[in-house]
């Protein structure tokens, strides 16, 4: 079955860094565009960045961009998400996703707080 580990969050003071990894299995995990999002209690789930299967394209939320990088790694089975620069309002559980035969799948989310 289709599982997604995440890991990397913690708490960081402003204009830290942090990476965040998620680990798959149960699919075939270069066939499949990964993505990254975050909630915070009371709001909806929010995309931050996504990736393609190899790796070639990316997009980011316009409140991450030029301070977040996802990459993956397809011989580990790993999706990253660089975060530099962070800030307050980044806090959030950040969650990783695939869509697979139409069906969204999520870990259990690490928690980023970014707090002085």
């Known amino acids: 079955q289709v599982q997604l580990v995440e890991s990397g969050g913690g708490l960081v003071q402003p204009g830290g860094s942090l990476r965040l990894s998620c680990a798959a299995s149960?699919?075939?995990?270069?066939?499949?565009?990964m993505t990254w999002y975050r909630q915070v209690p009371g709001k909806e789930r929010e995309l931050v960045a996504g990736?393609?299967?190899?790796?070639?394209?990316?997009n980011y939320a316009d409140s991450v961009k030029g301070r977040f990088t996802i990459s993956r790694d397809n011989a580990k089975n790993t999706v990253y998400l660089q975060m530099n620069s962070l800030k307050p309002e980044d806090t959030a559980v950040y969650y990783c996703?695939?869509?697979?035969?139409?069906?969204?799948?999520w870990g259990q989310g690490t928690q980023v707080t970014v707090s002085s």
């Open positions: 149960g699919f075939t995990f270069s066939s499949y565009r």
């Open positions: 990736i393609s299967n190899l790796g070639i394209r990316t």
């Open positions: 996703n695939v869509r697979y035969i139409q069906n969204d799948y």
